[in-house]
């Protein structure tokens, strides 16, 4: 168990909807990551954030956003989803700033129908 | 010149037998690379991992070989057995810098037949 939480396990959905993915990290961790995890793209960096800010932004698409609030939790909206959205959504923490280690919550698994 | 590619997409090796997965980069600014395991159904979880100081790093039976002029490195797996069977990533960092985004490979997914 990394301790990273990630809510829902699984979620189905049909085109145009939108969607929240929910993270809790480790405790003590300040920093959030957002990775995107399908069969031909590898797992590909969204974005991430530090204590609240934003730090750093990857390929993330104009439909999607993120935000952490003061609690540490982090939450990724992915709006006028397409089927290509469809894939495993990661979130992982760590203490920033530190070179070294991304523990892992178990992904959300999204379907788009 | 952020891409980290990974090599072969899939290998198949014999339970006792050596597994070999390479990693090429192309920024000379990364100075941390990491190898990550992943399980069906887990979060990928850190195995190993190598500064571009050193030219090996080995823990158990899991040795990675850096080269630095090359811009290449290798997870070695010695004695693989089926429980080793898992997708491997590779990743690279700058860790100087105000994030620590890792950059990952496209995975290799191994199998270790019994």
């Known amino acids: 168990d990394s301790g990273v939480t990630q809510t829902p396990k699984h979620l189905i959905t049909a085109t145009g909807q939108r969607v929240t993915l929910r993270c809790s990290p480790r405790?003590?961790?300040?920093?959030v990551y957002w990775y995107q995890q399908s069969l031909d793209q590898g797992l590909q960096f969204l974005i991430q954030?530090?204590?609240?800010?934003?730090?750093a932004k990857g390929n993330i698409l104009e439909r999607f956003s993120a935000q952490q609030f003061p609690d540490l939790h982090s939450e990724l909206n992915l709006s006028s989803l397409e089927l290509g959205d469809s894939a495993l959504y990661f979130c992982?923490?760590?203490?920033?700033?530190?070179?070294?280690?991304?523990?892992f919550g178990e992904g959300s698994r999204l379907t788009v129908l | 010149q952020q891409q980290v590619k990974q090599s072969p997409q899939s290998l198949i090796v014999q339970k006792g037998g050596i597994s070999i997965i390479n990693c090429a980069y192309e920024?000379?600014?990364?100075?941390?690379f990491p190898w990550y395991q992943q399980f069906p159904g887990k979060g990928p979880a850190l195995l190993i991992a190598?500064?571009?100081?050193?030219s090996e790093k080995k823990e158990g039976r899991f040795t990675i070989s850096f080269n630095k002029s090359a811009k290449q490195f290798s997870l070695h797996i010695m004695d693989s057995q089926p429980g080793d069977s898992a997708t491997y990533f590779c990743?690279?960092?700058?860790?100087?810098?105000?994030?620590?985004?890792?950059?990952f490979g496209t995975g290799t997914l191994l199998a270790v037949q019994p």
């Open positions: 954030y530090y204590n609240g800010e934003e730090r």
């Open positions: 405790s003590g961790d300040l920093s």
């Open positions: 990743a690279a960092s700058i860790t100087g810098g105000a994030t620590n985004k890792l950059i």
């Open positions: 992982a923490s760590s203490v920033a700033l530190v070179p070294g280690e991304l523990f």
């Open positions: 190598i500064r571009p100081d050193v």
């Open positions: 920024n000379t600014a990364f100075d941390y």
